[in-house]
């Protein structure tokens, strides 16, 4: 239990970790963020759970840090109940999958200049 536990506050402060770096190395996306929790929230107050829906590009700022650093690089294992074919290759039943969601997340032909931490070039949308 204690694992788990640890594992998962370990992942969520490596996300954190990652956003605040990829924040101090893109000032003008810093003061972006800034202007839109001073404009939702207001200056000097906390944010409460109700402004989250309405901080769009925070949101957007913390899924291009996930896109760029995912907490896995490899996601749980699974396992298809049926053979499936999949482009040239055939999966079959009860093989056991992997995903490789850091290659994914940087595969040139799904994303423009995938290295690029852009919040506001991508197409984030709730």
């Not at 190395?25 to 829906?53: M, N, T, W």
Request: charged share 25%; net charge negative; with cysteine.
């Amino acid at each position: 239990m204690q694992d788990t536990f640890l594992g998962g506050t370990h992942t969520t402060s490596t996300t954190i970790e990652w956003l605040m770096a990829e924040l101090l190395q893109h000032p003008e996306i810093l003061r972006k963020a800034g202007k839109e929790l001073e404009e939702v929230v207001g200056k000097d107050k906390i944010v409460e759970e109700f402004h989250i829906s309405k901080l769009h590009y925070l949101d957007a700022i913390l899924k291009e840090t996930l896109r760029l650093h995912p907490a896995l690089p490899l996601l749980v294992p699974r396992s298809p109940c049926t053979t499936q074919a999949i482009s040239e290759y055939t999966i079959p039943k009860g093989s056991r999958v992997l995903f490789n969601v850091w290659a994914m997340q940087r595969d040139p032909e799904a994303w423009e200049n995938p290295l690029e931490f852009q919040p506001e070039e991508r197409c984030w949308k709730r």
